[in-house]
Protein backbone atom coordinates (compact mmCIF):
# COMPACT_ATOMS: atom_id res chain seq x y z
CA UNK A 1 0.00 0.00 0.00
CA UNK A 2 1.39 3.31 -0.82
CA UNK A 3 -0.05 6.57 1.24
CA UNK A 4 -0.47 9.99 -0.82
CA UNK A 5 -0.83 13.13 0.93
CA UNK A 6 -4.05 15.15 -0.16
CA UNK A 7 -3.59 18.91 -1.20
CA UNK A 8 -6.21 20.70 0.92
CA UNK A 9 -7.44 24.30 0.26
CA UNK A 10 -6.11 25.71 3.91
CA UNK A 11 -8.54 26.09 6.75
CA UNK A 12 -8.39 22.87 9.39
CA UNK A 13 -8.24 19.60 7.61
CA UNK A 14 -10.57 17.57 5.31
CA UNK A 15 -11.92 14.22 4.81
CA UNK A 16 -11.47 12.17 2.03
CA UNK A 17 -14.44 9.97 1.95
CA UNK A 18 -14.74 7.55 -1.20
CA UNK A 19 -12.39 6.03 -3.85
CA UNK A 20 -13.22 5.03 -7.36
CA UNK A 21 -11.22 2.52 -10.04
CA UNK A 22 -9.94 5.59 -11.59
CA UNK A 23 -8.26 6.83 -8.64
CA UNK A 24 -10.42 9.65 -7.90
CA UNK A 25 -11.07 10.52 -4.63
CA UNK A 26 -14.29 12.52 -3.17
CA UNK A 27 -15.05 14.21 0.15
CA UNK A 28 -14.72 17.97 1.85
CA UNK A 29 -12.17 20.34 3.41
CA UNK A 30 -12.52 23.48 5.89
CA UNK A 31 -12.16 25.81 2.83
CA UNK A 32 -12.16 29.39 5.33
CA UNK A 33 -8.38 29.01 4.23
CA UNK A 34 -7.98 29.78 8.20
CA UNK A 35 -6.60 28.02 11.06
CA UNK A 36 -9.74 28.06 13.80
CA UNK A 37 -12.46 26.53 15.39
CA UNK A 38 -15.12 27.27 12.27
CA UNK A 39 -15.51 25.06 9.84
CA UNK A 40 -16.71 26.28 5.83
CA UNK A 41 -16.83 22.60 4.47
CA UNK A 42 -16.79 22.34 0.65
CA UNK A 43 -16.71 19.57 -1.84
CA UNK A 44 -13.84 18.74 -3.29
CA UNK A 45 -12.60 15.94 -5.91
CA UNK A 46 -9.02 14.69 -5.77
CA UNK A 47 -7.50 13.63 -9.30
CA UNK A 48 -4.01 12.36 -10.58
CA UNK A 49 -1.94 14.77 -12.70
CA UNK A 50 0.64 13.48 -15.34
CA UNK A 51 2.95 12.83 -12.77
CA UNK A 52 0.95 11.02 -10.48
CA UNK A 53 0.44 13.50 -7.86
CA UNK A 54 -3.05 14.65 -6.38
CA UNK A 55 -4.65 17.71 -7.45
CA UNK A 56 -7.64 19.44 -5.57
CA UNK A 57 -10.71 20.31 -7.42
CA UNK A 58 -13.15 22.23 -4.83
CA UNK A 59 -16.39 21.94 -5.70
CA UNK A 60 -17.72 24.60 -3.77
CA UNK A 61 -21.20 23.81 -1.60
CA UNK A 62 -23.91 24.43 -4.56
CA UNK A 63 -25.83 27.05 -2.92
CA UNK A 64 -26.14 25.81 0.93
CA UNK A 65 -24.15 26.71 3.18
CA UNK A 66 -21.92 23.92 3.55
CA UNK A 67 -21.29 20.66 1.15
CA UNK A 68 -19.74 17.10 1.37
CA UNK A 69 -19.41 14.69 -1.26
CA UNK A 70 -19.90 10.63 -0.37
CA UNK A 71 -19.22 8.51 -2.91
CA UNK A 72 -18.20 8.02 -6.37
CA UNK A 73 -19.53 5.14 -8.53
CA UNK A 74 -18.21 3.48 -11.16
CA UNK A 75 -21.29 2.94 -13.29
CA UNK A 76 -22.36 4.41 -16.95
CA UNK A 77 -23.12 7.24 -16.49
CA UNK A 78 -20.84 7.64 -13.66
CA UNK A 79 -21.97 9.67 -10.85
CA UNK A 80 -21.71 11.45 -7.72
CA UNK A 81 -23.37 11.14 -4.06
CA UNK A 82 -23.38 14.37 -1.84
CA UNK A 83 -25.19 16.44 0.80
CA UNK A 84 -24.91 20.21 0.76
Not at 5 to 26: F, W
Not at 48 to 68: C, H, P, R, S
Request: no cysteine; aromatic share 8%; proline share 2%.
Amino acid sequence: MVVKELAASGGDGGTARSINNHGQIVGYVDSDRTLNDKFVNTAVIWEKDGTGNYQVKNLGTFGAEQATLREHQEINPPFIVGVG
